[in-house]
Structure formats: structure tokens, C-alpha cells
């Protein structure tokens, strides 16, 4: 019986080994990424087209966000305004706001195509914090929506959801982005370069 369990043993080890050798240094950067660009890539640009004009998109859009992005980053202090975002003063408020919406669309297309992706991923998962942050306490959302840990209801939409978002986020943050990046491609070069002189 002994032997039968070795044998069981030792091809478990062997067949998932060579999967992980096969695997290694790409597939984990890259799966996270295109599952990233597949669910969340769109739903944070749509987001951040709501705080600069969302149809009526300009250029000059990107350096005056909407009365909406002030709702939805700082819904109190738009409140404490009297809803009106002239009265916000620009440094911090204003400041905070044209980050915040730069963000949600530099750091998901960084992220998305690899080019300094563990600070993008990092910086996505600090974003989602802050968002929720934001959502719980800001937007008062119910305790339905907000959900709970180990609950048993995969539906609720916020912790679950973005539970779920920021272990997306750790795999290219601590992995890396993978062969199929800018980050892999450009630092390919580098080092090219680096042994010329």
C-alpha cells in the first residue's frame, strides 16, 4: 500500500511540476492581466468618463472635472459646498479630485499593457481601498450592499466584489506582469543595452 501512495504521490508532483516549470515567470502575470482588462478595465474608464463630461469629452475636460466627480470622490465636502464645486477650493479638494480621475485612467491601462505594472497594480489596489472607503462612509451605503466577510453571499457588492478585485491586483503586483508586458520588453532592452557598455 505504501508504494501505491508514493507512486500517487510522486506523479501528483511530477505532473503539477511541470505544469509550474511550464507556467513560470508568465502565465500568472499575463491570466491577471487580461482577467483585469476583461472585467475591470471598462467599468473604471466608464467611471472616470462620468467626472469629465462623460459624451461631451474634450481635452481641456481632463483639467475640469464635473460636479459628479465631486460626488462621487468627496460626496460631504460637495455637500458641506452646498453642491456647488465652485466653493471647493482647488488645493486639496480640487487637487484630489483631478488625481482621482486621472487615475482611474492611467493606472488600469497601465496595467492592462504592462508597462510599470506593479506600481499600477499597487496603486489600483490603493485606489479600490480608498473607492470603498469612500462608498461605506461617504456614500452611506446599506449594510446589504456592503456585505460582510465569510457571510455566505458571494452577491453582495462590495465586500466580495472587491475582495476579489485586489487579489486580482496582488498576483502582477508580487508575480510581476509577465513575458507578454512593456515592462518585460522594455527591461529586455535595457539590459541589451546594459552589456554593450
Do not use: C
Not at 45 to 56: H, R
Not at 77 to 89: C, M, R
Amino acid at each position: 500500500m505504501g508504494a501505491l501512495i508514493g507512486f500517487f504521490v510522486r506523479l501528483y508532483t511530477a505532473v503539477f511540476g511541470f505544469f509550474e516549470r511550464i507556467t513560470n515567470g508568465w502565465l500568472l502575470g499575463l491570466a491577471a492581466r487580461l482577467a483585469f482588462a476583461s472585467v475591470l478595465l471598462l467599468f473604471f474608464w466608464k467611471s472616470a468618463m462620468t467626472k469629465i463630461g462623460g459624451a461631451d469629452w474634450s481635452l481641456t475636460n481632463l483639467f475640469l472635472p464635473t460636479d459628479g466627480a465631486y460626488i462621487q470622490i468627496l460626496p460631504t465636502v460637495f455637500e458641506a459646498a452646498g453642491y456647488d464645486s465652485s466653493g471647493i477650493a482647488f488645493f486639496p479638494y480640487g487637487l484630489i479630485v483631478l488625481l482621482g480621475t486621472w487615475a482611474e485612467f492611467i493606472l488600469p491601462a497601465l496595467v492592462v499593457v504592462g508597462l510599470f505594472t506593479r506600481a499600477a497594480s499597487l496603486g489600483m489596489i490603493i485606489f479600490i481601498i480608498v473607492m470603498t472607503y469612500v462608498d461605506i462612509n461617504g456614500h452611506g451605503v446599506d449594510a446589504a450592499t456592503i456585505g460582510a466577510m465569510f457571510d455566505g453571499d458571494p452577491y453582495s457588492k462590495i465586500a466580495d466584489d472587491r475582495l476579489l478585485w485586489i487579489f486580482l491586483l496582488l498576483v502582477p503586483t508580487l508575480k510581476g506582469p509577465g513575458v507578454v508586458s512593456l515592462d518585460w520588453l522594455f527591461g529586455r532592452i535595457y539590459r541589451k543595452r546594459e552589456m554593450y557598455y
